[in-house]
């Protein structure tokens, strides 16, 4: 015999056999025993089903904080009284129907209770609209809606924010009359408690203003940290956000700082052919990187890619200026200058490069504005490169080739003989001229 016992109150099922260690091997009582337990087990789950329930509730979106409560801790009490779980959609979603489910009983509980705070607050609740900057809504919402919860939970008054996409500055109060007056001072000290500032600073000051490595800007966040401070590129200000105290002592140290560095710099802008650009710049940027040092000044010739003519000096006014004529002086040059290849038999180049290169110095010094460029001696190459003025080089050309016709004209030819054979071409002792 097989005996089922289920006990509603705790939803068990247990079974009984005292044959079944005797029929254990037997066909028979394995089906009777699943058709059996397939009987009870649809009751079972039947009897589990009517016990349980799930009901919804449309309440307006704006009672569901007091539902809720700050930081969710009354809906939690709720659960926890009633047995039953409560599904309140968050803020971010535009639903009304809060869900409830678990046993009938649990269900019903909570449901009166819900129904209650909700008529309560209906009856009770009255609101106030104030304008608030829509800047200064993120300081009242506060991190993760944090500070909402905290105007919630010490006033008992619920805060409505219109969403990021309106643009209206409307804020509204709701909960009971007596308490909204302090809920209205905290929203105020929230949203100007924080503020949005500006100074205004010519864009090409500003990284003067953040200094080398962002040394004069650290000497200002050090002492303000909460202040958040934006460099936009190409734009002529500078944004602050923090605390409003803060964000005023910092203002203040940057207009200072603006004041003084328009007082004593300059800029100018000069246009130079892009493909002169490198020559500006020099080997390893040797030729910029003195012009810098000397003129004490920064100098921004713009990369390849931005194919601009325009390069920025930015300095002392009267290194900028000088910094400038020197890069004009320059580009003028480079612009008339000029490279020829001639064409010299690499059997003359040590002729006139000279013993320790004293002939070659000759000619650099005859024309001190043209580079003369001698190819490698393993390389066999017969071209030898000119680079100067235009009037230079051609002048410069023409004396190298004289040179080499005049070295082509005394060329000696040298014939190794015996030594025994030299008495046949040398006059002897003896004779007579």
Partial sequence: MI????????????????LASKFI?????????????????DNFINSLQDKRAVERMNIEKVYHPFITGAYSKLVGELMQETGARINVPPPSVNKTEIVITGEKEQVALAMVKIKKIYEEKKKNATTIAVEVKKSQHKYVIGPKGNTLQEILDRTGVSVEIPPLDSS??????????????????????????????????PSWLHRFIIGKKGQNLAKITQQMPKVHIEFTEGEDKITLEGPTKDVQIVQGQIEAVVTDLVSRMDYTEISVDPKFHRHLIGKGGANINRIKEHHKVSVRIPPDNEKSNLIRIEGDPQG????????????????????????????????????????????????????????????????????????????????????????????????????NFLNFLLPSHNSTP
């Fill in 3 to 18: 005996v089922f016992h289920f006990q509603p109150s705790t939803d068990t099922l247990t079974i009984e056999s005292p």
């Fill in 25 to 41: 091997y037997s066909p028979e009582l394995y089906i009777y025993m699943y058709v059996c337990m397939y009987v009870v087990n």
């Fill in 168 to 201: 209206s500055e409307t804020v509204i109060l709701r909960g009971e009359p007596d308490r909204l007056g302090q809920a209205l001072t905290e929203v105020y000290a929230k949203a100007n408690s924080y503020t949005v500032s500006s100074v205004s600073a």
């Fill in 320 to 419: 900028v200026q000088e910094a400038k004529k020197e890069l004009l002086e320059l580009a003028s040059r480079m612009e008339n200058e000029r490279t020829k290849d001639m064409i010299i038999e690499q059997r003359f180049h040590r002729a006139i490069i000279g013993q320790k290169g004293e002939k070659v110095k000759e000619i650099r010094d005859k024309f001190p504005e043209v580079i003369i460029n001698f190819p490698d001696p393993t390389q066999k190459s017969d071209i030898v490169q000119l680079r100067g003025p235009r009037t230079e080089v051609e002048k410069c050309t023409k004396f190298m080739q004289k040179m080499v016709a005049e070295m082509v004209h005394t060329i000696y030819s040298f014939i190794y003989l015996f030594f």
